[in-house]
């Protein structure tokens, strides 16, 4: 059986879309990306539901032309809503006689792990098993057919502030689509780009986009804290047009051409033209000045990633260093600062295009894009939770099924 299913993204500043094909055996087959400027959308989440329905009918439209029932099943992330996690655990006592495991056991003790109380505003997005344990052995993966006499999950319960899911859900159903599933965006950028080696080492994934930036930690292969923070490319672009007292489109032209993240590293000799840019500027600008106003707002996004990394204790202490994803990844000079302000390894995580099929070499150089790893990483946790369900994780479908009395009216 064929399917079309589609990862949808959407940004303050671009929407951007993947559609792939879940095709016999689960294999994925990426089709086409999509990519439009975003309306109404700020730091991550929709304020103005007209304008973003408008970006959003037009981005779903572009698609159905090509690929008619792909917009049925949208794979949609989750990048704003004061992202909180909770640990949880659940224990139960195994039913049979002969003290071995069903899987009736495992799910009681799921369900005692979720039982949680939240505001009336909060909602559920993941349940995330971090282990089982069966008596006294911890880090057990797969309980079933174990022998014990008391069971435990320990759980991690990742919610949400409500109205923003039931924003971003009916942005997609008054534009004719259906959520098949919600993401949060750390957790799908962590799909397309970071190996199994990496989430077993300890790792930080910092996702830079233009309004919003968001980190998930992962260690031992388990997500070990997650954030979304307020500022993202947008701010440095403002930071620019401020101190060059120009337009903020000429504001971010510069910041793309000539935009460095170390300031030290540049000569003071080189400037730019402010003229040849917008001929309603004059002067010539220090690309070393240039550098210095977007070195100044990057150090501020890192601190707050550091202050993260020092609550959990892992400052300094991820093995796999830092792996940056987003649009605004791609600035020359980041990897340089962010390894000198997070005492860290760190590189440019690449989507891992290998874990599907491309259609044409030139999809395949578009997809290794770091702007559209979320995109991406979407399509891949819809095709897995398509091709390989698992009764250990609320998977999308349950997802939905739980709060879609919340989200559509």
């Not at 004061?82 to 009681?108: C, F, N, P």
């Not at 601190?303 to 993260?308: P, T």
């Not at 300094?316 to 994803?325: C, S």
């Not at 295009?353 to 991406?376: C, K, N, R």
């Amino acid at each position: 059986m064929q399917q079309y299913i589609v990862g949808f993204d959407i940004g303050s500043r671009s929407i951007k879309a993947a559609v792939g094909e879940v095709r016999k055996k689960g294999q994925l087959t990426l089709l086409r990306i999509f990519k439009t400027d975003s309306q109404g959308v700020r730091k991550g989440a929709i304020n103005d539901l007209s304008e973003a329905t408008q970006a959003v009918n037009y981005l779903l439209g572009s698609i159905r032309r090509d690929y008619k029932n792909a917009v049925k099943h949208i794979y949609l992330g989750v990048g704003g809503g004061d992202v909180k996690l909770q640990s949880s655990t659940g224990v139960v006592a195994v039913s049979r006689s002969d003290s071995e495991i069903y899987q009736d056991d495992i799910s009681r003790a799921i369900q005692g792990s979720q039982a949680i109380n939240l505001p009336p505003n909060r909602t559920i997005l993941h349940f995330l098993i971090q282990q089982f344990i069966v008596d006294d052995v911890k880090d057990v993966k797969d309980p079933l057919g174990m022998i014990g006499s008391r069971l435990e999950v320990e759980g991690l319960v990742v919610h949400v502030f409500q109205p923003v899911l039931k924003n971003l859900s009916k942005c997609i159903e008054t534009s004719g689509g259906s959520v098949a599933g919600l993401v949060l965006s750390p957790l799908a950028d962590a799909q397309s780009v970071l190996s199994k080696n990496q989430k077993e080492l300890g790792v930080v994934l910092v996702d830079i986009g233009f309004g919003k930036t968001g980190m998930a930690v992962f260690e031992e292969n388990k997500l070990l804290s997650s954030a979304m923070f307020p500022i993202g490319s947008s701010n440095v672009t403002n930071d620019l047009a401020i101190g060059l007292k120009i337009p903020v489109e000429v504001a971010e032209t510069i910041k793309l051409s000539f935009g460095y993240g170390v300031a030290k590293e540049v000569s003071v000799k080189e400037v730019v033209d402010l003229s040849k840019i917008d001929e309603n500027a004059k002067g010539l600008v220090s690309k070393r000045f240039i550098a210095e106003i977007i070195e100044i707002r990057l150090q501020e996004i890192f601190e707050l990633i550091n202050a993260e990394l020092k609550r959990i204790q892992k400052d300094g202490r991820l093995p796999a260093g830092v792996v940056l994803t987003g649009a605004g990844s791609k600035l020359p000079g980041l990897v340089d600062l962010v390894k000198r302000e997070l005492k860290l390894p760190a590189q440019v995580g690449i989507p891992h295009i290998s874990q599907m099929d491309v259609v044409g070499g030139e999809l395949g150089f578009q997809a290794e894009d770091p702007e559209f790893s979320t995109a991406l990483g979407l399509l891949l946790s819809g095709s897995e939770k398509l091709t390989n369900f698992s009764g250990h994780s609320l998977s999308f479908t349950r997802v939905i099924r739980n709060i879609v009395k919340y989200l559509i009216p």
